[in-house]
């Protein structure tokens, strides 16, 4: 089969491969949407988990089952299905200890173009398919499920570790695609005030709709005596991270109130330490407490995302900026993550 694929740190082209083997309790799915992500740009262009040499890229994506094991029982050939960014092996202690997402290791749910070829190829594996795929409802096209692969679920998540109440004001500092889906869910949460940075004017429209109320810019000054002097001096009750490097904790840490939370789901590209400012920590008995966490996978978690599309509750459609036609178009959109011009948000090809 053909894929395209990271060839070493750096360089990315298409290659051949073989169909990936189907084991009694898996399924191979043929692309019906993919989509790029700054995670792949991470890995490709910064090597941010390592070299990998001919691994089929991306983990956002939806199909059509093409293959099941014998033991699959929920899913037959020709049904068209969702299916998440990670992937955990239900079955593992881990995911009996309540972080699927960890199974076999640290963020080793995270299978697709980390472990295992992702899902740039003409066929794609899913492990454990009862528990990872999802069927796609009728009401949802293909373009947004590709959404609920990771921006969704991502962002979501990073509102659930910052633990966002009814009445928080609520600073999410980047407003990318992850970005935009933590306004969202912060929004769906209760957020009274969702205080936004980021600079593009695309991305601040975007999260003007989906609840922001206040947008500062990091290029404007310090990202804590913005946020203060927005707030008269009090703070923010929590925090997203979804954008940014190792520097960002510093400022996010110096502007959240005593038993805040910050919930980041920021892929860290980079970068040896994380500097905590000993003072604004209240040293260190401030309970400013810094949350990173995976996102989780698995079927129920795609079926309840998708329930809030098809009900109208969440509408994923602001960001597919940009549309190909064909996979041959999969190296035209991952350039565009990588290059991110001003009009972007999330490209999306349809197969």
């Known amino acids: 089969m053909k894929g395209f694929a990271m060839k070493k740190i750096g360089e990315i082209g298409w290659i051949e491969k073989e169909e990936p083997f189907c084991g009694p309790m898996d399924a191979l799915v043929k692309p019906l949407a993919l989509s790029p992500c700054t995670s792949d740009v991470h890995t490709v262009w910064e090597g941010a988990i390592g070299d990998r040499k001919d691994m089929i890229l991306g983990h956002e994506g939806c199909g059509v089952v093409v293959k099941v094991g014998e033991l699959v029982k929920d899913f037959k050939i020709g049904d068209r299905v969702m299916v998440a960014a990670i992937t955990p092996d239900w079955n593992s202690l881990e995911a009996q200890g309540g972080f699927s997402m960890h199974s076999g290791g640290m963020l080793a749910g995270w299978k697709f173009s980390n472990f295992k070829d992702g899902v740039f190829g003409e066929v794609f594996h899913v492990n454990d398919a009862d528990g990872n ?19 969704v679920p991502t962002g979501f998540h990073g509102v659930e570790l910052a633990d966002v109440q009814f009445g928080d004001t609520v ?55 913005q946020v203060l002097k927005l707030t008269n001096g009090v703070g923010v009750d929590k925090a997203i991270i979804a954008g940014g490097g190792v520097e960002t904790f510093e400022p996010v840490i110096k502007c959240l109130k005593p038993g805040g939370k910050i919930g980041n789901v920021n892929y860290l590209g980079s970068g040896t330490y994380i500097n905590i400012p000993r003072i604004e920590w209240g040293v260190g008995m401030g309970h400013k407490q810094i949350l990173g966490g995976l996102m989780p996978g698995g079927r129920l978690r795609l079926e309840k995302l998708a329930s809030l599309i098809a009900c109208g ?16 178009h999969v190296e035209d959109a991952l350039l565009l993550m990588k290059d991110k011009p001003a009009d972007l948000i999330k490209p999306v090809v349809v197969l």
């Not at 795929?133 to 921006?151: F, K």
């Not at 004017?201 to 003007?208: F, G, H, L």
């Not at 509750?313 to 041959?328: A, I």
């Open 313 to 328: 509750k969440l509408d994923v459609k602001p960001l597919l900026t940009h549309k190909f036609k064909g996979f041959e």
């Open 171 to 225: 600073l999410v500092v980047g407003i990318g695609p992850v970005g935009l889906m933590a306004v969202a869910g912060a929004n769906l949460r209760g957020a009274s005030r969702i205080i936004c940075v980021g600079t593009r004017e695309i991305c601040k429209q975007v999260a003007k709709g989906y609840g922001a109320t206040d947008f500062i810019g990091y290029k404007e000054g310090s990202i804590d005596e």
């Open 133 to 151: 795929l999802a069927h796609l409802p009728d009401e949802i096209s293909p373009e947004e499920a590709c959404m609920l692969s990771d921006m």
